[in-house]
């Protein structure tokens, strides 16, 4: 089978601009990844071609990127799954500055991460045992939430974020829904504080772009509209 | 005292991906992003026709005659139109309110999409019964 292929290139020592390089492709199978297509490109064809991956196999949500015009990992997305009749469009991260052809400057992701406080706080004494134990059903409430692995891919495919980079993101929220639903927490009220502003919660618009681009099907605008739900029937 | 360093990565000159309407334009759209859309549009659209409605009104100011007078100018067939349009959007708007109504607060984010297909089905077969309703005065007397 053969592929075309266009990805955006840029490099910040010579391009003032992105712009698009097309690949052809021979002999390529049908149950190749694309990020096999990518390797496949900067060990035969062009060795300047710069791209994140670490795991390959869908875990360390390093290789998220705009395929086709929806962001997807590209460890995770088989060539037979797609249209290879047209030309594949690669593109990096949307709303993220790129800082080499697919790679993306991901400091502002994070610092949003940080905000929700994405860590345990519970300020109470631990049981004489020294574990802070959790029933069965409790935990379950949390499983899909803690399934996400930091790929970006939802908060950049995000219309709001493409409008105001300060939008909190589809990511912190889901990541502060799994601490404040979180039996064992004692953050909820300081999370929902920070939640609870114009550049918070309330910037979702329920467009359900993040829940088509997550690639572990998380239903992120359930877990929002949750928080929305319990931020707004919350009793001081 | 200690002087705060940038680390080097900071040197790096990036490019700014900013531009939100060509992002818009070539991100893939589903459901959720149609319904969005137009939820914007039909908002705004509903916006500019309240101004207009202020402005029709306005000659109340003058007396009865000066606003029967204007009336006239809504009761001809190209206005007519005009309004059947205006209905579409306001049930656009309403119904996909009700739809994100639903999907925040009773978990309707698992079925958003059948939603979204019933509030279009909903919507096509009220628009249709408001204009058998608006222009069968106009057709009786068209078929006479």
Redesign the interface.
């Known amino acids: 089978m053969d592929i075309q292929l266009k990805i955006l290139r840029?490099n910040?020592e010579k391009d003032k601009?992105?712009y698009f390089q097309d690949f052809n492709l021979k002999n390529v199978s049908d149950d190749w990844r694309l990020l096999d297509v990518l390797h496949e490109i900067k060990w035969n064809y062009d060795g300047t071609l710069t791209f994140r991956r670490s795991c390959a196999h869908g875990i360390c949500g390093s290789d998220g990127m705009?395929i086709?015009?929806?962001n997807r990992l590209a460890c995770s997305l088989l060539l037979k799954d797609i249209n290879t009749k047209k030309p594949i469009t690669i593109?990096?991260l949307?709303?993220?500055?790129?800082?080499k052809d697919l790679v993306v400057?991901m400091t502002n992701f994070f610092d949003k991460y940080e905000v929700v406080k994405p860590y345990l706080i519970n300020n109470s004494p631990p049981p004489p045992d020294g574990e802070r134990l959790q029933s069965n059903e409790d935990a379950e409430k949390l499983f899909e939430s803690a399934k996400c692995i930091l790929c970006a891919c939802c908060t950049t495919?995000c219309?709001s974020t493409?409008?105001n980079?300060n939008y909190i993101g589809p990511a912190a929220l889901v990541k502060a829904y799994r601490f404040i639903y979180d039996t064992r927490d004692e953050g909820a009220d300081e999370r929902m504080d920070i939640l609870d502003t114009p550049d918070g919660i309330w910037r979702c618009?329920?467009?359900?772009?993040c829940?088509?681009a997550c690639p572990k099907e998380i239903?992120i605008?359930?877990h929002i509209?949750q928080l929305?739900?319990k931020i707004s029937s919350r009793e001081y | 005292m200690e002087t705060e360093t940038k680390p080097a990565y900071h040197n790096i000159r990036t490019f700014d991906q900013k531009n939100w309407i060509s992002q818009n334009l070539s991100y893939k759209k589903d459901t959720g992003s149609w319904a969005w859309i137009f939820h914007r549009i039909s908002g705004i659209a509903l916006i500019a026709y309240l101004f207009l409605h202020v402005y029709s009104l306005s000659p109340l100011a003058q007396g009865e005659t000066a606003f029967n007078n204007k009336m006239q100018v809504y009761m001809t067939p190209f206005f007519m139109v005009v309004e059947w349009i205006l209905f579409a959007f306001v049930l656009f708007h309403s119904l996909n309110g009700l739809r994100i109504v639903i999907v925040d607060w009773a978990d309707g984010s698992n079925y958003h999409k059948q939603l979204y297909r019933w509030s279009w089905i909903i919507g096509i077969l009220l628009f249709i019964a408001m204009g058998v309703l608006m222009f069968s005065f106009e057709l009786k007397k068209f078929i006479q």
């Open positions: 840029f910040p601009q992105p705009k086709n015009g929806r593109e990096p949307p709303a993220l500055p790129i800082i400057d495919s219309p493409w409008t980079e618009h329920t467009i359900f772009n829940v088509e239903n605008t359930w509209s929305k739900k």
